[in-house]
T-cell receptor, first 114, second 114 residues
Framework: AQSVTQPDIHITVSEGASLELRCNYS??????LFWYVQSPGQGLQLLLK??????LVQGIKGFEAEFKRSQSSFNLRKPSVHWSDAAEYFC????????????FGKGTTLSVSS | DTAVSQTPKYLVTQMGNDKSIKCEQN?????MYWYKQDSKKFLKIMFS???????INETVPNRFSPKSPDKAHLNLHINSLELGDSAVYFC?????????????FGSGTRLTVV
Protein backbone atom coordinates (compact mmCIF):
# COMPACT_ATOMS: atom_id res chain seq x y z
CA ALA A 1 0.00 0.00 0.00
CA GLN A 2 1.15 3.51 -0.72
CA SER A 3 1.72 5.52 2.43
CA VAL A 4 3.76 8.18 4.13
CA THR A 5 4.75 7.93 7.78
CA GLN A 6 5.86 10.84 9.88
CA PRO A 7 6.77 9.17 13.18
CA ASP A 8 6.91 12.34 15.25
CA ILE A 9 3.56 13.94 15.96
CA HIS A 10 5.01 16.87 17.89
CA ILE A 11 8.56 18.16 18.25
CA THR A 12 9.82 21.03 20.37
CA VAL A 13 13.15 22.61 19.51
CA SER A 14 14.98 25.50 21.11
CA GLU A 15 15.49 28.54 18.93
CA GLY A 16 18.88 28.30 17.25
CA ALA A 17 19.06 24.52 17.62
CA SER A 18 19.11 22.13 14.70
CA LEU A 19 16.04 20.31 13.46
CA GLU A 20 15.35 17.01 11.76
CA LEU A 21 11.84 15.87 10.84
CA ARG A 22 11.51 12.28 9.77
CA CYS A 23 9.58 10.90 6.84
CA ASN A 24 9.32 7.35 5.55
CA TYR A 25 7.35 6.33 2.51
CA SER A 26 6.02 3.25 0.80
CA UNK A 27 5.35 3.73 -2.91
CA UNK A 28 5.21 1.39 -5.86
CA UNK A 29 6.39 3.73 -8.60
CA UNK A 30 9.34 6.10 -8.78
CA UNK A 31 8.50 8.53 -5.99
CA UNK A 32 8.30 12.27 -6.26
CA LEU A 33 8.81 13.53 -2.72
CA PHE A 34 7.72 16.83 -1.22
CA TRP A 35 7.80 18.73 2.03
CA TYR A 36 5.13 21.33 2.73
CA VAL A 37 4.71 23.72 5.63
CA GLN A 38 1.42 25.05 6.98
CA SER A 39 1.32 27.93 9.41
CA PRO A 40 -1.78 28.23 11.63
CA GLY A 41 -4.82 29.15 9.58
CA GLN A 42 -2.82 29.26 6.38
CA GLY A 43 -2.51 27.18 3.23
CA LEU A 44 0.26 24.82 2.17
CA GLN A 45 3.62 26.20 1.15
CA LEU A 46 6.11 24.05 -0.72
CA LEU A 47 9.48 23.89 1.04
CA LEU A 48 11.28 21.59 -1.36
CA LYS A 49 10.86 18.59 -3.64
CA UNK A 50 12.91 15.69 -4.96
CA UNK A 51 12.57 13.84 -8.23
CA UNK A 52 15.99 12.56 -9.16
CA UNK A 53 19.66 13.44 -9.16
CA UNK A 54 21.49 14.77 -6.14
CA UNK A 55 19.89 13.17 -3.09
CA LEU A 56 20.41 16.28 -0.97
CA VAL A 57 17.99 18.99 -2.01
CA GLN A 58 17.87 22.58 -0.88
CA GLY A 59 14.63 24.41 -0.29
CA ILE A 60 13.34 27.72 0.87
CA LYS A 61 13.83 29.24 4.33
CA GLY A 62 17.11 27.38 4.85
CA PHE A 63 15.59 23.89 4.78
CA GLU A 64 17.14 20.87 3.13
CA ALA A 65 16.14 17.24 2.78
CA GLU A 66 18.00 14.05 2.02
CA PHE A 67 16.56 11.20 -0.01
CA LYS A 68 17.75 7.75 1.05
CA ARG A 69 16.35 5.08 -1.22
CA SER A 70 17.67 2.19 0.88
CA GLN A 71 15.78 3.50 3.91
CA SER A 72 12.75 4.82 2.00
CA SER A 73 13.27 8.07 3.82
CA PHE A 74 13.16 11.75 3.00
CA ASN A 75 14.07 13.60 6.20
CA LEU A 76 13.86 17.36 6.47
CA ARG A 77 16.60 19.31 8.22
CA LYS A 78 17.45 22.84 9.22
CA PRO A 79 20.71 23.78 10.95
CA SER A 80 19.30 26.61 13.06
CA VAL A 81 15.62 26.99 13.83
CA HIS A 82 13.92 30.38 14.09
CA TRP A 83 10.78 31.09 16.11
CA SER A 84 8.94 31.73 12.84
CA ASP A 85 9.49 28.10 11.82
CA ALA A 86 6.83 26.97 14.30
CA ALA A 87 4.20 25.34 12.09
CA GLU A 88 2.84 22.03 10.80
CA TYR A 89 5.11 20.13 8.42
CA PHE A 90 3.85 17.60 5.92
CA CYS A 91 5.79 15.07 3.89
CA UNK A 92 4.09 13.87 0.71
CA UNK A 93 4.76 11.36 -2.07
CA UNK A 94 3.36 11.21 -5.57
CA UNK A 95 4.01 10.20 -9.15
CA UNK A 96 4.13 12.26 -12.31
CA UNK A 97 1.34 10.20 -13.89
CA UNK A 98 -2.30 10.77 -14.65
CA UNK A 99 -4.57 9.06 -12.18
CA UNK A 100 -2.33 9.62 -9.18
CA UNK A 101 -2.46 12.15 -6.38
CA UNK A 102 -0.18 13.30 -3.62
CA UNK A 103 -0.35 11.14 -0.52
CA PHE A 104 0.38 13.04 2.66
CA GLY A 105 1.78 12.00 6.00
CA LYS A 106 -0.16 12.99 9.10
CA GLY A 107 2.14 15.88 9.77
CA THR A 108 4.57 16.93 12.49
CA THR A 109 3.84 19.95 14.65
CA LEU A 110 6.97 21.96 15.33
CA SER A 111 7.09 24.18 18.40
CA VAL A 112 10.04 26.50 18.98
CA SER A 113 11.01 27.46 22.50
CA SER A 114 13.01 30.55 23.39
CA ASP B 1 -2.58 36.98 -9.98
CA THR B 2 -3.33 34.10 -7.64
CA ALA B 3 -2.39 30.79 -9.29
CA VAL B 4 -5.07 28.67 -7.61
CA SER B 5 -7.94 30.59 -6.10
CA GLN B 6 -10.78 29.23 -4.01
CA THR B 7 -13.98 30.91 -2.99
CA PRO B 8 -15.25 31.40 -0.43
CA LYS B 9 -12.42 31.41 2.11
CA TYR B 10 -14.83 30.83 4.99
CA LEU B 11 -18.23 29.19 4.90
CA VAL B 12 -20.51 28.80 7.91
CA THR B 13 -23.78 27.03 7.29
CA GLN B 14 -26.46 24.99 9.01
CA MET B 15 -26.89 21.26 8.87
CA GLY B 16 -28.96 20.10 5.95
CA ASN B 17 -28.02 22.98 3.67
CA ASP B 18 -26.43 22.62 0.23
CA LYS B 19 -23.29 24.60 -0.53
CA SER B 20 -20.66 24.94 -3.23
CA ILE B 21 -16.97 25.77 -3.19
CA LYS B 22 -15.34 27.07 -6.34
CA CYS B 23 -11.78 26.70 -7.55
CA GLU B 24 -10.00 28.24 -10.50
CA GLN B 25 -6.40 27.88 -11.67
CA ASN B 26 -4.61 30.11 -14.18
CA UNK B 27 -1.51 27.94 -14.55
CA UNK B 28 -2.69 26.01 -17.58
CA UNK B 29 -2.46 22.75 -15.65
CA UNK B 30 -4.38 19.73 -16.89
CA UNK B 31 -5.22 18.16 -13.52
CA MET B 32 -7.10 19.51 -10.53
CA TYR B 33 -7.79 18.04 -7.10
CA TRP B 34 -9.90 18.42 -4.00
CA TYR B 35 -8.34 17.55 -0.66
CA LYS B 36 -10.02 17.52 2.75
CA GLN B 37 -8.08 18.47 5.87
CA ASP B 38 -9.79 17.25 9.01
CA SER B 39 -9.58 18.55 12.56
CA LYS B 40 -6.41 16.52 13.13
CA LYS B 41 -4.78 18.25 10.15
CA PHE B 42 -4.79 15.06 8.05
CA LEU B 43 -4.93 15.79 4.31
CA LYS B 44 -6.84 13.27 2.24
CA ILE B 45 -7.50 13.24 -1.49
CA MET B 46 -11.16 13.32 -2.41
CA PHE B 47 -11.33 13.81 -6.17
CA SER B 48 -9.15 14.50 -9.16
CA UNK B 49 -10.01 15.64 -12.67
CA UNK B 50 -7.72 15.44 -15.67
CA UNK B 51 -8.83 17.52 -18.64
CA UNK B 52 -12.38 17.62 -17.26
CA UNK B 53 -12.52 13.86 -16.75
CA UNK B 54 -12.95 12.40 -13.26
CA UNK B 55 -9.96 10.13 -12.65
CA ILE B 56 -9.81 9.82 -8.87
CA ASN B 57 -12.93 9.32 -6.81
CA GLU B 58 -12.02 8.25 -3.31
CA THR B 59 -14.45 6.84 -0.80
CA VAL B 60 -16.45 9.97 -0.19
CA PRO B 61 -20.18 10.25 0.62
CA ASN B 62 -22.18 10.76 -2.56
CA ARG B 63 -23.43 14.01 -1.05
CA PHE B 64 -20.16 15.40 -2.41
CA SER B 65 -20.22 16.01 -6.14
CA PRO B 66 -17.35 17.60 -8.04
CA LYS B 67 -17.89 19.34 -11.33
CA SER B 68 -15.32 20.55 -13.83
CA PRO B 69 -16.82 22.80 -16.52
CA ASP B 70 -13.40 23.24 -18.10
CA LYS B 71 -9.87 22.30 -17.18
CA ALA B 72 -9.28 25.59 -15.36
CA HIS B 73 -12.20 25.14 -12.97
CA LEU B 74 -13.15 22.51 -10.44
CA ASN B 75 -16.10 23.07 -8.15
CA LEU B 76 -17.28 21.04 -5.18
CA HIS B 77 -20.96 20.82 -4.36
CA ILE B 78 -22.06 19.37 -1.05
CA ASN B 79 -25.67 18.37 -0.39
CA SER B 80 -27.35 17.93 2.97
CA LEU B 81 -24.40 19.14 4.98
CA GLU B 82 -23.57 17.28 8.20
CA LEU B 83 -21.53 18.31 11.24
CA GLY B 84 -18.79 15.91 10.19
CA ASP B 85 -18.28 17.80 6.94
CA SER B 86 -16.68 20.62 8.90
CA ALA B 87 -13.10 20.80 7.66
CA VAL B 88 -10.76 22.79 5.48
CA TYR B 89 -11.06 21.95 1.80
CA PHE B 90 -8.07 22.56 -0.45
CA CYS B 91 -8.06 22.74 -4.19
CA UNK B 92 -4.83 22.00 -6.06
CA UNK B 93 -3.59 21.66 -9.60
CA UNK B 94 -0.69 20.00 -11.40
CA UNK B 95 0.55 19.35 -14.92
CA UNK B 96 1.00 15.69 -15.82
CA UNK B 97 4.40 14.90 -17.25
CA UNK B 98 5.87 18.33 -16.55
CA UNK B 99 9.61 18.39 -16.07
CA UNK B 100 9.09 20.64 -13.08
CA UNK B 101 6.28 18.50 -11.68
CA UNK B 102 4.56 19.80 -8.59
CA UNK B 103 1.26 20.71 -7.03
CA UNK B 104 0.00 24.22 -6.47
CA PHE B 105 -2.51 24.55 -3.67
CA GLY B 106 -5.20 27.11 -3.08
CA SER B 107 -5.43 28.86 0.27
CA GLY B 108 -8.28 26.63 1.45
CA THR B 109 -11.94 26.98 2.33
CA ARG B 110 -12.81 26.54 5.98
CA LEU B 111 -16.27 24.99 6.15
CA THR B 112 -18.09 25.05 9.47
CA VAL B 113 -21.40 23.24 9.76
CA VAL B 114 -23.50 24.22 12.78
Amino acid sequence: AQSVTQPDIHITVSEGASLELRCNYSYGATPYLFWYVQSPGQGLQLLLKYFSGDTLVQGIKGFEAEFKRSQSSFNLRKPSVHWSDAAEYFCAVGANQAGTALIFGKGTTLSVSS
Amino acid sequence: DTAVSQTPKYLVTQMGNDKSIKCEQNLGHDTMYWYKQDSKKFLKIMFSYNNKELIINETVPNRFSPKSPDKAHLNLHINSLELGDSAVYFCASSQTGATNYGYTFGSGTRLTVV
